[in-house]
């Protein structure tokens, strides 16, 4: 996996500061959780790691590089951003298919991903009809389409039901144990207690706590 560098990184909307000079590491081989409230400022920064949002100022950079500087982003950094609908007419097979077929991955990884997410039985129904916990393991599954070695996900247990929360928190320590970094976002202290192993805490866009799961729950 990759080690994630934020150094500083800084959001500002307008006169709100989203995000206020965060800086914090994400290391492989363990899950990582990014706790806060709503408002906190997690997808922001998500957006801003990813590159798909420029910083008002301060840097992030992955293996020492920065994003837009690595040769195929969706193959190294697979990401789930928050949850809405899949709008499409095709199958979730078709889905993954044509994603796949932009970048260049072949069928048998498509098929790969369908059975890791467990949509075998769903495949070929429309993604658009999808509920909201089938929709969340195809967001997952295009996330891990090209076999990256860092996986971010934002806020993947909202509105799941407790066999869907339980599956994604097995997941997540699997890809970790693959030795891939993983960064996970939510706003449930109990959850990530649960499914990281190192906490980084924001609130107001700032940087609360960066603490190993077990001394934060010592300290609670
Ligand atoms: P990069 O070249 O951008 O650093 P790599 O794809 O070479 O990324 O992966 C770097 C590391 O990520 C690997 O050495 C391994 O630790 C982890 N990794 C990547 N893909 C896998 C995989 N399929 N299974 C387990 N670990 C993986
Ligand atoms: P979280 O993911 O922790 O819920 P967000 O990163 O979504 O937090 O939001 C952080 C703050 O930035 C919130 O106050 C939100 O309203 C604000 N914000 C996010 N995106 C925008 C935007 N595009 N324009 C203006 N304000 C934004």
Known sequence: GHMIEARGLTKRYGPKTAVDDLTFTVRPGMVTGFLGPNGAGKSTTMRMVVGLDAPSS??????????????????????????????????????????????????????????????????????????????????????????????????????????????????????????????????LMSEMALTADHLIVVGRGRLIRDVSVQDFIQSA
């Open 58 to 187: 301060g840097t992030v950079t992955v293996n020492g590089k920065a994003y837009a500087e690595h040769a195929a982003p969706l193959r190294e950094v697979g990401v789930l951003l928050e949850a809405r609908a899949v709008h499409t007419s095709r199958t979730a097979e078709n889905h993954l298919l044509a994603l796949a077929a932009t970048t260049g991955i072949g069928r048998k990884r498509v098929k790969e991903v369908i059975d890791l997410v467990g949509l075998q039985d769903v495949a070929s129904k429309r993604a658009g009809a999808f509920s909201l916990g089938m929709g969340q393991r195809l967001g997952i599954a295009s996330a891990l389409l090209g076999d990256p070695a860092t996986v971010m996900l934002d806020e993947p247990v909202n509105g799941l039901d407790p066999e869907g929360i339980l599956w994604i928190r097995t997941l997540l320590k699997d890809l970790a144990a693959e030795g891939r970094t993983v960064f996970v976002s939510s706003h």
